[in-house]
């Protein structure tokens, strides 16, 4: 019997405002650039623990305006040569500086306040497994999520990001659950899904945009809604 859903944040339960996989396929188009969705979907959490790893080594605060240029090149040419692009570094930080137009925000899916609403009302017990290091308490408030969410698990409390199996563990220790009594709800497949089946973990692959037809040995699902089926 399932006692506990545990999900991913990013492209989960939340994305950013604007579309951020959206927003760099038309800049990269005004340059020229042809890039998908679909690719930038695993490059982007790629370059993001590059850019976490990066910080942690040494925070980018820190660094002379010099080693920040580089990094940012870096991580901007990780994003899209990730995402099959041919491009040097140098137009790289292009699409990088057009992007700095932008006032990200994160927004709700339309699904997820009344997913969690059910799912709590089944009694369930609901956690948030995310490989972030900064503070996203305002940002989980602002959201909604708080009220459904009975813990969070991130990277930077357990040293461990996703795929890794401690960051799954610690999860079932907060939820007082057998791995064969818990889900795992996530967008990559590598992260998510791997790392869930890899500790015993059913997994669910959220495909919101029907990228990953190619994935079969996990449900695919298009909407939070689905989840109760797999109860």
Request: glycine share 6%; hydrophobic share 40%.
């Amino acid at each position: 019997m399932i006692k506990a859903v545990f999900f991913d944040f990013y492209n989960t339960l939340a994305t950013h405002d604007p579309p951020r996989e959206q927003t760099y396929v038309n800049v990269c188009a005004e340059l020229g650039i042809k890039v998908e969705a679909k690719a930038l979907f695993k490059s982007l959490p790629a370059a993001d623990m590059y850019w976490r790893d990066e910080n942690t080594r040494k925070a980018l605060d820190q660094r002379s305006p010099e080693q920040k240029l580089e990094f940012y090149t870096e991580y901007a040419h990780k994003i899209l040569t990730g995402a099959g692009a041919n491009v040097t570094r140098d137009v790289a930080l292009q699409v990088l500086a057009k992007l700095q137009k932008f006032n990200w925000t994160y927004k709700a899916f339309d699904d997820t306040l009344p997913a969690l609403k059910k799912l709590k009302n089944h009694g369930l017990t609901l956690g948030l497994i995310s490989n972030v290091v900064q503070d996203m308490e305002s940002v989980y408030q602002e959201l909604g999520l708080k009220p459904y969410l009975a813990f969070k698990v991130t990277s930077a409390e357990v040293g461990c990001d996703k795929p890794g199996p401690e960051i799954f563990q610690a999860a079932l220790k907060k939820a007082k659950a057998k791995p064969e009594e818990a889900i795992h709800v996530g967008d990559q497949y590598e992260l998510d899904i791997a790392g869930a089946q890899g500790v015993g973990i059913k997994a669910l692959l959220i495909d919101r945009n029907n990228h990953f037809t190619e994935i079969s040995d996990c449900p695919r699902i298009q909407s939070l809604a689905e989840i109760s089926n797999y109860i």
